[in-house]
Every structure is written in C-alpha cells, then in structure tokens.
C-alpha cells in the first residue's frame, strides 16, 4: 500500500492530503513504539507546545481511543492546555492539520476538519478517532512505522476568541468533614465592647470565626447572649462566589458536659454580602448567669464557646 492508495480526499468533514512540507508547529518522534503496549501505555501525551497564543499537546492513542470505542485504528488529538487555555466561558476557534510522516518519501499524511473547530473548558480536545487503520500504520511498506518508531506532527491556527457566557459553577464536596474550634472565654463579666471575635479557624478551606455579642444585638439587644458563626475575611472572596455549609453553635456546661447549651444544626450560603448568621436570642443573659440560674454555662466567670462547621459545597463564577 503507498500514498496514492490511500483515499485522500474529503470525507465525512474530513480532508486528507499529502504534503512535502513538515508541520511548522511541533513535531514528535516516538521510539521504539513497540514498548508502548509492553508497559500498557494506552496513550501518549507530548510536552506542551505553544502557536497562536495558546498552548496546546499531543495525544496519540496507538491501539485507538478505548473510552470511545474505537478499534483496528490509531487515534491523535489535539488537546488545549496550559494554565493560559481558556474556562469554561471562553473559547478558542482553531483549524488545525495532524500530519504522520512516511519516512520511506520524506512526505506526510495530513488530516484537517474542514471547519475550524471551538476549544473550551468543557471541550479541550479535538481530532480523529479513527486517523488510520492499524493495519495501514504498521504496513512497513507505507513507511510509517520504520525501525519501531513514528513521527507526529500538528499545525494550529487560532481564528478568534470570545466570551460565550456567564455563569458559575458549584462543587459539592464528597465526605466533607466536620471541623470543631473550642473558644474558652475569660473575665467574662469585664466584657464591656459590642462584640468578641475567637480566633481565625480554618474549615473546607475557607477561614471562620465565631462572634460573640455578651449584651446582645438586633432582637436579642440587652435581654440575650448573641452568637453567630462568620467567615473571617470575607471581601477576599469575588461577589459572585458562596460557601454552603453546615454548623452547630453551643456553649459548654462546665458542670456537667453532657448538657451543653447548643443550636439545631443549620445550614447557610456563607458569601462576601451574608458573611455571618446566627442566633441574636442565642441564651437569655438570666439563664446563663450561674448567680442567677447555677445552670453551670458561666463558671468562675469563664465561659467555653464551640462550633462545628462543615463545608460542602462552594458556588464560583465560570470565568
């Protein structure tokens, strides 16, 4: 079998041609092919290489693309990477050329889409499934296999890009797991500004803190302890991003543990424009005072305050 016997015309939207020229933008040899399928390599990614702005790679499957069914065939791609690709709300339109050297000629197979096609964080990858038979690869008479090697190579022209959209993207968190921060408050009775801050904790990789109000605040002013769970810097987060998470509120009862004083456990979007929620009529002031009511949650005028939190989700704009 040689060039001439190949179909080299279009079909099914795709052109394939003979060309004298070497692919101009990355060229790769990959020898001995062979050891490929000995160590189970399914598939081949090249280094990264960049043409019109953007970086891009290489990927060749020497026995076919399994994850899409494909067999008796040889399957390259290419695939959109680099930190600098575009999200999921922007897009590249490339046309692009796959070339395989006969190395018999010194000429090469080149197979093109005959549209340009559109990169994007959802679809980074574009090719050919079936590039060409297994069979007409390994002929050695075809001269594209020699000596166990082959050489690949690519061509891509970056037509436009655009924003296509606006939107966000929310990651729930499998097994998420349950931070508990302590706050042991002392001299509570010397408590005299508007509110207390514990120290910054990290949950879900976001960083809290609980807020104390000691005379209480909104509904609960003069006559409730007040407390609310609050991200901790919440301007560095963008407008658009939330943190779902869940969260139990409690003071300890030094007396007896098994007693504590604790909220339900709530659930909250948590975002730069509702950084906090809580309870203002947490625990009236009367029933925490042991003076008053010996109900053991304000001990020699300390006070142990915790929260549990845990993160499972976090909504972020597509960019």
């Known amino acids: 079998m040689n060039m001439s016997s190949l179909n080299l015309d279009e079909q099914d939207g795709i052109l394939r041609t003979i060309s004298d020229a070497p692919p101009t933008h990355y060229t790769i040899k990959i020898q001995p092919l062979s050891l490929l399928s000995k160590y189970s390599l399914e598939k081949y990614e090249s280094g990264e290489f960049e043409a019109g702005g953007y970086k891009w790679k290489l990927v060749f499957y020497p026995n076919g693309n399994k994850s899409r069914n494909v067999k008796e065939h040889i399957s390259l791609y290419l695939v959109l990477a680099g930190a600098n690709g575009p999200q999921t709300c922007w897009e590249v339109h490339a046309a692009f050329k796959l070339f395989l050297l006969d190395q018999n000629t010194g000429k090469y197979l080149a197979l093109q889409e005959k549209n340009e ?20 690869f390994t002929d050695t008479s075809n001269g594209y296999v020699m000596e166990d090697a082959c050489v690949f190579g690519a061509e891509v022209f970056v037509r436009k890009e655009k924003s296509i959209c606006k939107g966000e993207c929310l990651s729930m968190i499998k097994d998420a797991v349950m931070y508990k921060h302590v706050w042991k408050i002392d001299k ?35 006559s409730h302890l007040s407390l609310y769970l609050a991200l901790a810097n919440p301007t ?13 509120l409690r003071i300890v009862n030094q007396l007896n ?63």
């Open 236 to 248: 560095s987060l963008p407008p658009t991003s939330k943190i779902y998470a869940q969260y139990t």
């Open 117 to 136: 096609r559109r990169f994007h964080g959802m679809k980074l990858d574009w090719g050919f499934d079936q590039f060409l038979s297994l069979k007409a």
């Open 257 to 319: 543990s098994s007693y504590p004083y604790e909220s339900s456990k709530f659930t909250w979007w948590f975002s730069a424009s509702s950084p906090s929620r809580g309870w203002p009529r947490f625990i009236s002031i009367g029933y925490f005072d042991i003076a008053q009511s010996n109900q053991g949650y304000l001990v020699k005028d300390s006070c142990t305050v915790e929260a549990e939190v845990t993160v499972h989700g976090t909504a972020t704009a597509l960019d």
């Open 188 to 222: 509570f009775s010397k408590l005299n500004a508007e509110s207390y801050d514990s120290q910054t904790f990290i949950a879900g990789d976001q960083k809290w803190k609980i807020q104390l109000y000691p005379k209480g605040r909104d509904g609960g002013t003069g």
